[in-house]
């Protein structure tokens, strides 16, 4: 008998009132926002700085991952139902799902197997409409930047060639990258080029994640850079009186979500950003919240150890003076022979000799996180394909690191199957082994900041700039904002700027081919290699398979 699929086996969980969820929190149900029977929101009042800084916070990161994923978002979910098994007041805290993976080829982000939250399809698709007021803040503040070049009366004189505020909208969309704008008269507007980024890459997204309060919200709205004047100072989103607004748009969005696993503990969600365009977690104010609610938070950050482990220690962290006790590096056996050579075709072939070469790549990331004061656990995620001899292998290499690896089955057991990965969490949690320092100091400039990333965590020999790096950085050291974190936007399939050079590349540089500007957030985002910030769909997309019946039950949405 075939295994179910992800849908079906969401489709079939016997849901319990959310009511009944978040009494396992302490919450009160007046304090519920509720959507429905499902899901709610809750409100920031019951965030409790002290009890949160006593909570244990657990980090699921990866290797570098195959197009597909390498199921952290499983192994987070399952290692929460684990802890929750093991008599532990766990709860996950996880980023909400873009549209963009859901309708193209990685799918949705709710989990799979049997380690999901739950109501899936909500989840999915739409869910309480955070990114829908994201995106909708957004693109007010386009409006208003354009509205301001065609007004003759109250024009800040800013230069349209200047502006680097795009729109968004969740969906990839390739057609809309480079656009043009304002054809068709003078009614229309000011002709000049524009482009949309995916809604997870928006800076109000960001902003939304690193906030603390909604005064602190409103507050980085404000400081959003927009471009120059034609005298060449500087003009944010405040100058246009758009904070207010854009902060009534996201006065729920702000607000962290609260729903279940498969098994009945509670989920928060919360937040979308991509880890390889932007910061890749979920937001500080979930985080905190989960710390306020429970003994341990599990929490995860999206792709590789290199891109959203990095971001969430050395922006996250730092921002939220948050302090990791563990992190789990999931691994696949499939991805460590894709870091071995075998192509595509080849993943799901046994290959001991491929496993031993590719696990070049998961030694650099334990030695990486290894660099921010933090102690790992390696989560094998458990395949049908997998060979004993294959997990004997990579068990025994992460023991000659003092680094235990633990077969994680959440998958097809759940939390049963978890059990063992929890206590070696627990274990670490309890030696207190952890002792979390970021890898670099703000004071450095930003061009120390990028080459102590490239030359420690990607192993690169030399960084690069490109003209419009250069004249970004000048730009930067202008505004005042050398004190700020960089956020790397790099390809997610390699430690270089290469997606082609797998396993753990030596003698390379990275190219910086310019640097962003996201002052509200507090970052700046160095651009290496070739980057896109609004994906396309892959030649057959996921959405061709989906279905809806005359019931509306939804089939083929992974």
């Known amino acids: ?14 849901m319990q009132p959310i009511t009944t969820i978040s009494s396992r929190l302490g919450i009160d149900p007046d304090d519920l926002e509720l959507y429905g029977r499902y899901k709610a929101k809750l409100p920031l009042k019951l965030i409790n700085e002290r009890r949160a800084s006593l909570g244990h916070l657990v980090l699921v990161t990866a290797l570098t991952p195959t197009p597909a994923g390498e199921g952290k978002t499983t192994t987070s979910i399952g290692l929460n139902e684990g802890l929750n098994k093991l008599g532990k007041k766990s709860v996950v805290v996880l980023r909400e799902p873009s549209l963009g993976p859901v309708f193209g080829m990685k799918g949705g982000a709710a989990g799979g197997g049997y380690a999901q939250v739950v109501p899936m399809e909500d989840i999915n698709l739409h869910f309480t409409g955070d990114f829908a007021a994201i995106e909708k803040a957004n693109n007010l503040l386009a409006a208003l930047i354009d509205n301001n070049l065609q007004s003759r009366t109250r024009s800040l004189g800013i230069d349209p060639r200047t502006i680097s505020w795009k729109r968004v909208m969740d969906m990839n969309d390739r ?50 850079y927009v471009g120059q004047r034609f005298d060449r100072t500087p003009v944010y989103a405040r100058d246009l009186k758009a904070e207010a607004a854009m902060a009534i748009l996201l006065k729920d969005a702000i607000k962290p979500n609260l729903v279940q696993t498969l098994e009945g503990n509670p989920a928060i969600i919360h937040g979308g950003p991509f880890a ?74 046994p290959s001991v000799e491929r496993v031993r070469k590719g696990f070049a790549n998961l030694k650099r990331h334990i030695e990486n996180v290894g660099k921010f004061g933090v102690k790992a656990v390696v989560a094998i995620n458990a395949f049908p394909t997998d060979t004993a001899e294959e997990i004997d292998l990579v068990q025994a290499e992460c023991e000659k690191l003092g680094t235990k690896a633990v077969l994680a089955q959440g998958f097809a057991k759940g939390g049963d199957g978890m059990k063992d990965l ?9 030696s207190k082994a952890s002792h979390f320092h970021p890898l670099y100091e703000l004071e450095l400039s930003i061009e120390g900041k990028i080459e102590t990333i490239a030359r420690e965590i990607y192993r690169a020999d030399r960084v690069v700039y490109g003209g419009d790096a250069l004249t970004a950085l000048r730009r930067i050291k202008k505004l005042g904002l050398e004190n700020l974190p960089v956020c790397m936007a790099k390809t997610q399939y390699s430690f270089s700027d290469d997606p ?36 396309g769909l892959p030649e057959t997309p996921a959405a061709e398979h989906m279905d809806i019946d005359a019931n509306g039950v939804i089939s083929g949405l992974s």
């Open 500 to 535: 082609s050079l797998r396993a753990a590349p030596e003698g390379f540089k990275v190219t910086v081919n310019d640097i962003e500007i996201a002052a509200g957030a507090g970052f700046v985002i160095p651009i290496l290699g070739k980057m896109m910030r609004m994906p």
């Open 1 to 14: 008998m075939a295994f179910p699929s992800d849908l079906e086996i969401a489709q079939k969980a016997h």
């Open 276 to 349: 390889n365009i932007a910061q890749g977690v979920n937001s500080i104010i979930a985080t905190k919240m989960g710390l306020s609610l429970a003994d341990i938070v599990v929490t995860e950050a999206g792709f590789g150890a290199d891109l959203g482990a990095e971001k969430f220690f050395d922006i996250k962290c730092r921002a939220a003076g948050l302090k990791p006790g563990a992190a789990v590096i999931v691994a696949t056996i499939r991805a460590l022979r894709s870091h071995g050579g075998a192509e595509k075709d080849e993943f799901n072939t």
């Open 175 to 224: 057609a809309l990258r480079q656009i043009v704008i304002g054809l068709g008269g003078t009614g229309n507007g000011i002709p000049r080029e524009d482009g949309f980024n995916i809604t997870p890459a928006s800076e109000v997204m960001a902003i939304l994640c690193l906030a603390t309060s909604f005064e602190d919200l409103k507050k980085r709205l404000g400081d959003i």
């Open 422 to 430: 929890g206590q070696a969490v627990l274990d670490v949690l309890e």
